[in-house]
Structure formats: structure tokens, C-alpha cells
């Protein structure tokens, strides 16, 4: 649980964030750009904290593995709650000028370096802790924070663009939420500071195994595996956040629909992924997390070019349903994913191993993703364009499973389950 809420606090945030650049950043910051320069700027600046999540991956990876999970945790909260509260009250361009902007783009980076060392930290707090037969269903309970944040920070923003006039929205009303983030970081700190280290790393500790330089020895001795589990996360996060993010841009400007319908419909994706994401992931506890996950992918790439021509063709029910289904899948992937990328990786160099490999995924995957959507639509006039980035994001993620070793039911504290297959 206190994985949970940790991750819950930060992709709160982060979420939050996601939901401002499609709906006020172009307008706040980039005004004198056209909608479309508007929305490729917005999401440029979205686009940055991706870039800098294995930098955090990375930084945090080192202390992670020398100093233990719990320690890390707690810098990684504080730095996502204070970021996230200064965009709450930062002004916009029309008040500071371009500093908004570079502001803004500082903030993202911050928030980007905080979420490439939360993840793996907090999927490491829940699964090296209790039953390793059931090691899918406990790490996924650090993956529940990201539709809990989901439902939280579109949630807010639904409920106040609702609530509010569109010009009130607009001033003030979206700032709210970005200050509550100061409350919660409260509430995560009490909950972070009593939590006790993980046996398997204590006992990393205590039989003086931690190395020196973690995340080089790593590198040096994973690599495949980083690369890989890299690979496997492109039919996961890529679409995801076209099915959270994007969508909002493009049923709005595209069918003239309501923002509030576009967010009530992933308001309600995301939660029934509270159930799908340990489902799935005591699923693959069963089954293995390699059945599990490639038939998520694959159902990514089937869902594809039906996604947009619902979009684009189909009613408000319709649309609705679709936006709803397309959350599926990416449960199936995202829920045995935390247990299937940790377990490759010895325990002493398990939270930078993890680390980069989910998150070098954001560089290529999940920040691009709809700022290549914003530009395939506007180049090639057809969102189909957007359904063939997709096949291929889930070919690349089917390749990448393939290529992994399963090791679901392996004994990951011990050096020969790696030895023997690294």
C-alpha cells in the first residue's frame, strides 16, 4: 500500500500536467502560435520530462542500490509535489513574457528526473516484500498509482471544467489542482518515512554485496536486458498516452465534442483499470508474464484502426465505449509489467537495471507519442496514419518479449538465476 500511494501521489501530478498541455498550455504559453504550432509546442514542453526520465532513472538508480529503496522514495516525492505546486501558480506569458514558457520547460524536467527514479523504487517496495510466488500481483500495486492518479488529476480537472466557466477554467480554476499536490505530498511523506527497507536488499547490505558503481556495472553486464525491456514497453506507454492525452486534442478539435465528455470517458478507463492491473498481474503469477503481456500487445495492434474510425465516423456512445476499451489492453501489459522488467535483474543492481530500461522507453515511446500524432494527422490528413504508428509499436513489443527470458517462477535472490542467463 504504501507503494501504491506513493506512485498514486506522483502520477497525480504528473497526469495533471499531461491533461494542462492539451487543454490550457497552448493557450497560456504559446499564444501568438496558430492551434496547430500551439498544440506541437505543448506538447514539445511534454515531451521534455520524458527525456529527462532516465537521467532521474540513472541518478536515482546509483543511490537506489547503494543506499536502499526507502531513502530515495522520499527526495523523489519531494521533488515531483514542489514542481508541480510552483506550476500551480506560475504566471503565463502574457504576465512574464518567454520566461513563462522556459519556466515551464525547467518544471517538466524536474517532474521528468523525479518519475525516472520513483517507478522502479516503488515496484521494488512492494514486490521484494512478501510471497514470491505471488511477485506479479504485489509490484502491480505500485502500477495502481498510475490510474488512481489518472482518476484523481482528470477527475479534478473534469469536476472544475464542469463546475467553472470556460473563462474561469481557464485563469484560475486548472491551478487548483496542481496546489493540492503540496497537501498530498504531505500525506506521502508521513506515509514514506515509515516504511522499513526490503529484506532483499537488507540482505544485499548485510552480506556487503551492493556495488560501487550500480548503474555502469549494470549497463555493463545487462545491457540486453535494459534494451529490451525498453522494447517491450513501446505497446504499452505509446498508446497509452494517445488513449489519455492526444484523445483530448483530437475529439475536441476534430469532432467538436466537449473536453469534459473526452475526460469523463478516460475518467472511467482509468478506473476500471484498478481492477484490470492486478487481474492481469495475478494472471501472470499463473500463467507467466510473457503469455500475459503479448497478449496485450497484440491486442494493442488489432484495436488500432478500429480506435480511430470510431473516433472519427461514430457518436457520442460510441466513441465513449471505445475510449473506455482501449484501456484494456494496456492493463494486460502494464499490470505484469513491474514484475516482468525487475526480475531480470540481480537484486543489487535491480533498481537501476529497472529503472532504465522503463524508463529509456520514454524517450522513444511515451514522450513522442503525441507529438508524432500531432504531426502525422496534420501531414497526412488521416488519423490511420496514427493507427500504423501504432502496429508498430506493438511489433516492436512482441519482438522485444519474445526475446526475454521468462522468469516468473525463478528464485531472483539468488546470483545463478542471472549468472545463467544473462
Known sequence: MAGAIGTTIEWYDFFLYNTAAALIF???FFPASSGYAGAMQSFATYAVGFAARPVGAAIFGHWGDRIGRKRTLIVT????????GIVGVLPGTAQIGVAAPLILVALRLIQGIAIGGEWSGSVLLAMEWGDQRKRGLLASFAQVGVPVGLVLGTGGMTLLSATLSDAAF????WRLPFLASLILVGVGLVIRLRILETP???????????????????IKRHWREILLSA??????QMPFYLFTSYVLVYVVAERHFSKTFVLN???VGAALELAFIPWFSHLSDRFGRKRVYLTGSVLTGLIAFPYFAVLTNSGQAVIFLMIVVSMIPH???????AALISESFPTHLRYGGAGLGYQLASVFAGGPAPLLATYLL?????????SIYIVLSAVVTVLCVALLPDRSHSDITSDSTYLRKA
Do not use: C
Open 378 to 386: 496534420h501531414a497526412t490528413g488521416t488519423p490511420y496514419s496514427i
Open 265 to 267: 470517458a478516460v475518467l
Open 331 to 337: 492493463g494486460m501489459q502494464y499490470g505484469p509489467q
Open 77 to 84: 516525492l519531494l521533488m515531483m509535489g514542489i514542481s508541480s
Open 200 to 218: 532483499m536488499f537488507a540482505k544485499v547490505v548485510a552480506d556487503k554485496k551492493t556495488s560501487a558503481n550500480p548503474v555502469g556495472e549494470v
Open 231 to 236: 522494447g517491450l514497453r513501446f505497446s504499452e
Open 26 to 28: 497552448p493557450h497560456l
Open 170 to 173: 481557464a485563469s484560475w480554476g
